[in-house]
């Protein structure tokens, strides 16, 4: 009796150790745009939280799914985990609700502050704009299903709202719509790579917008397994520091350029954001400086 309670206990150790170190595949949507470079910082910091926690999980593979998806689609398609179990987004609600949250804000929320992309004849236009209120009287062109839309919709700000994302930028060009709120860590790759589709396009030079919204890593509810490992490397790479120097690297000169501290910052609030506890660690958050 006593040696095949040995073998069942060997066995059990077998199966609980090939478990641990099961090849982990993550599945991805693809990219909206060939001309959308915001995923690789995103591919980066996945495949280093990835790699921080292959002695404790195994081997991993990244896979990215051949069809774009809106952030609609994506929710749904993350449910089941069969075509993508990994989604970033905004702090959302109805993600936070329906799948397994990373509430560690992987680009230290630096999307709460936004610049605007302007058509340069519109520049006198809004040099006269220094509140809420007046800009409130231009309308703003954003992507349907973006979680900003449904924010500066509530907050009682003229939208009007494309349903592509490469679209939106020939449509500013085509003055369709006073601006585009940009991230300061998107707005001058977004503006390089179309240089030749929408040559009127420029960076408003004396506004910024702060509406407060990090970005969460969301897994699906079916890889359990999978969000463990995803936030114990994340939280590796905040404690030893990998994440402030991803985001350093990535995105210190674009902080440079935005000069943030000579810009009028008009607040809007966020009403779907509620981690305010998370705002006591200064090591997930970037701090524009004085």
Known sequence: MRQFLCFGLIIATLIESAAS??????????TQSELDVRFNYKNELLERALTLTVEEYGEFEIQMIGTPMMRNRAQAALHTGTLINVYFSPASENLNKNTIPIKIPIRRGILSYRLLLIHQADI???AKVKTAEDLKKLTAGLQNEWITTAIMADAGFKIRRAQTYDGLFLMLENRRFHYIPRGIHEIYDE?????????DVVVEPNLALYMIMPTYTYVSPAEPRL???????LTKMVENGDLEALFN???ADDIAKAKLSGRTIIEINNPSFNDYSLLKNKKLWFTPAP
């Open 227 to 233: 969000a463990r490992r995803l936030e114990a490397g």
């Open 191 to 199: 503006l390089a790579v179309r240089k030749a589709v929408a040559p």
């Open 249 to 251: 690297r990535h995105y």
């Open 21 to 30: 170190f099961a090849l982990d595949v993550v599945k991805l949507p693809q």
């Open 124 to 126: 006198p236009l809004f």
